[in-house]
T-cell receptor
């Protein structure tokens, strides 16, 4: 079983739709969580950190459920420019570091 | 301010050779991490360095090594290259290792023939 699992997709959604991605992690020592987006043949770019209380940045909302060990990302009012691969990340804190990326979920927003 | 810079951008090597990849973090960032990304996969964690000390290591063989310099730049070395080492090698920096998002460079695309 992978330490961080994501549905690879692709998710094909029309412009204006709401889409949700889930990610599960198996390492209970994970303390920090992030969502990155990666465009084809480009480097990952930080989208947002994920906090236990949930956090929102414009059309994007991230949630963390520590009890069930999953992280979610909600994108509202999808734009064509949202088309990318979304990577979920879990990292432990303190001591020896381990940072684990999921394989990514591909989103294609269609006109 | 400059972001994370990596060199070279592309590199072609043959099996058995060794390679050194370089990374300069964002100014003020003291932690540098290295990742390997093959097509269709997420980045795989190789190393993390902070204040010139190794602070994390992923599941990579001893052919992979790294170091961090007093100016916080870093090198990743890979010996005895295999075809399977062909990948995009990404460097990321953060202020400190803990609870901090990482900012990635453009990567070095390594091809092994």
């Amino acid at each position: 079983r992978k330490e961080v699992e994501q549905d690879p997709g692709p998710f094909n959604v029309p412009e204006g739709a709401t889409v949700a991605f889930n990610c599960t992690y198996s390492n209970s020592a994970s303390q920090s969580f992030f969502w990155y987006r990666q465009d084809c043949r480009k480097e990952p770019k930080l989208l947002m950190s994920v906090y236990s209380s949930g956090n929102e940045d414009g059309r994007f909302t991230a949630q963390l459920n520590r009890a069930s060990q999953y992280i979610s990302l909600l994108i509202r009012d999808s734009k064509l420019s949202d088309s990318a691969t979304y990577l979920c990340v879990a990292a432990n804190s303190g001591g020896y570091q381990k940072v684990t990326f999921g394989t990514g979920t591909k989103l294609q927003v269609i006109p | 301010d400059a972001g994370v810079t990596q060199s070279p951008t592309h590199l072609i090597k043959t099996r058995g050779q060794h390679v050194t990849l370089r990374c300069s973090p964002i100014s003020g960032h003291k932690s540098v991490s290295w990742y390997q990304q093959v097509l269709g996969q997420g980045p795989q964690f190789i190393f993390q360095y902070y204040e010139k000390e190794e602070r994390g290591r992923g599941n990579f063989p001893d052919r992979f090594s790294a170091r961090q310099f007093p100016n916080y730049s870093s090198e990743l070395n890979v010996n005895a290259l295999l075809l399977g080492d062909s990948a995009l090698y990404l460097c990321a920096s953060s202020l400190v290792p803990d609870n901090q998002p990482q900012h990635f460079g453009d990567g070095t695309r390594l091809s092994i023939l």
